[in-house]
């Protein structure tokens, strides 16, 4: 008898012991690249200390008008909500993951009525409190809980990768109306430009100075700019009504300031040194290993790796016995074979052990599947971390591209400019043909609108970098 107690209580110890590794933590040891955002050197010189990403929204955009417009996003969007939704539901998963450590009590009252052959009705009741409670020995309930926790930071990210999406998309919605509106601005001067000019040639054409086909030339070109100006207001209108769209309100005029206010915007455009951000410059990116964990998806893939680690240890643990207690206790005039009244407490305790034997390998299987998920999120997490990598890169070129054409367009349109107001001089003391006056009028309205898009280009880089770098998550 001697014997067999102390091998129980070997079986018992070895157990425990071979158990213990399934409460253990967490800890991420995935190997990803140092090099992140890549070896050209306008990314080595933007790297320091300091990130862009550190600031808010509202310091990054200090337009109060867009400012207004993410608030207004931010409180009324559809998919924001729905995300803070899936954030309380998850809480409240969570929430019942921590009290499964506590024992279940129910109240279930039952009364019967019997009579055998002439003997009187017997009347019996039971007024039993039960008790259940799963005795965590082998951490299935505390991985559970740590994964239910892991699950509910998910959430909380996933929400934050909205919300940094919404505003990214208001604030490049934003300025595409600012576009648009200097788009207009030009194409307005234009018309108004060219129709003097096509007056001039009527004209001229009426007094037996030029051929017709001058004034039709002239004429086809104005009308061009016509259908550019219905196009561009046409345009205004759609991107208004994606605005509305993400405020979750009927389509509406969408209140903005004029092109160039904003600090995204080159010192150039409007002679104020301080708006710097456009300026790759003064653009800081900080470092891959400190910037990276701040992206809502890096995040997201980590906390995926924690759930799985969690699931995989609740896996280990199923092999393992579960050791559950119940009890009850109550009123009851049944007791056993006979019936007393009035009735006495009733008190009782069980205590059971569950070892598993044979499943069909379905707690094989289980294990095997966390384990193999678990490895798939390793790789997943590193590709991730490389593909944000490539963003931070590629929004660093188009920021510098854009910064490099900025002086090239500037001069270009000066350069036109000049030229087309020679070439109508030219024409005008006849030493110049229609056909010279229309290409530069041309050549100048075409430069205008690209250096307008070049600088909302740059604009959308800078955004893209903010938001690659993990920034408007505050």
Known sequence: MKRLRNICIAAAVSL?????????????????PVDAFGTSQDVRD????????????????TDPELQHLIEQVLASNTDLNSARIAVEKSEASLQAAKLAYLPALTFSPQGTLGKFDDNPWSKTYNLPLQMQLDVDVFGSITNKKRAAKAVLLQSQVREE????????TTAQQYYMLQLLDRQLEILTATDSLWNASLETEKALWENGKIYS??????????LNVKTQIVDVRRNIRATENAICRLLAITPQHINRMKWGSSALHHPEAQGDTGQRMFDT????????????????????ANHAMEEAFYNTQAARAAFFPSISLSGAAGWTNSAGSMIVNPGKLLLNAVGSLTQPIFARGKIRANHKIAMLTQLDLQQKYVQTVINAGN???????????????????HRQVDVLREAYVGTHELMDNGKSNYLEVLTAQETLLNAQLSEAMNMYNGAKAVIALYIALGGATK
């Open 16 to 32: 425990m012991l071979t158990g213990c590794g399934l409460y253990n933590k967490y800890e991420s040891n995935v190997t990803t």
């Open 391 to 409: 963003q931070v890169n590629d929004a660093m070129a188009d920021c510098q591209a854009a910064r490099e054409k900025h002086s090239y367009y």
């Open 161 to 168: 990768s909205v919300k940094a999406n919404l505003i990214s």
């Open 281 to 300: 410059k003064f653009l800081k990116i900080g470092v891959p290993a400190s910037m990276l964990e701040q992206r809502p998806d890096i995040r997201l």
């Open 213 to 222: 086909t001058a004034v039709n030339q002239m004429e086809s070109s104005y």
């Open 46 to 61: 933007a790297m320091g200390e300091t990130s862009i990403a550190q600031m808010s929204w509202r310091e990054f955009f």
